[in-house]
């Protein structure tokens, strides 16, 4: 019944990270964001660089999924705990027996702990689900400020040619601009 119970949880909690707006369509949305990037590099009177590295710090402020893992593996940690408080319920009682604790109670407490554990690890899941897109954001938006560096950087080059005249014994610097 536990594990039935669980995996429902489990399925519950996919469901609604599925559900959660936004997570489609991420490819496209870099593509326009990339677009944008080149227009805003072809944009010579305004620098555009502030606006893209608080983008990126934005982003980065954002809960990292790192902390879900963390409460992941702190809620098997709980459940472990609960487990052995229901298998070694007996052995438990008998050791503490002048607390007049009950081997109810010491079950009642594990079963509780499992609980806690299955809820702390469900909703890390569901965390993990929700925020795993919000990663892909950072390095998208990492990436399309680097388009941006690229693309500003190569709009104006200046060159400076050294000439050499043989006909009439002369030298000197041309300067070549690209754009």
């Not at 606006?51 to 593996?73: H, S």
């Not at 229901?86 to 503490?96: F, G, K, L, R, V």
């Not at 607390?99 to 702990?113: D, L």
């Amino acid at each position: 019944m536990k594990l039935i119970l669980a995996l429902l949880l489990m399925m519950a909690t996919v469901c609604l990270a599925q559900a959660v707006p936004g997570t489609h369509n991420a490819q496209s949305q870099f593509y326009r964001d990339s677009l944008k990037a080149i227009q805003n590099a072809d944009d010579t009177y305004r620098d555009y660089d502030d606006f893209y590295q608080k983008l990126v710090k934005q982003e980065e402020m954002l809960p990292t999924i790192w902390e879900n893992i963390l409460g992941c593996v702190a809620g098997f940690v709980i459940i472990g705990f609960g487990t052995y408080g229901a298998i070694n319920s007996e052995s438990i009682h008998e050791s503490y027996e002048s607390a007049a604790i009950s081997p109810r109670t010491i079950s009642s407490t594990a079963i509780a702990f499992q609980i806690i554990g299955t809820s702390i690890i469900a909703y890390n899941t569901y965390a993990i689900i929700r925020d795993a897109p919000r990663s892909k954001k950072t390095h998208n938006y990492e990436r399309i400020y680097e388009i941006y560096k690229q693309r500003r950087n190569e709009q104006i080059k200046i060159d400076f040619i050294p000439t050499f005249g043989l006909d009439n014994s002369s030298a000197g610097i041309n300067l070549l601009l690209r754009l």
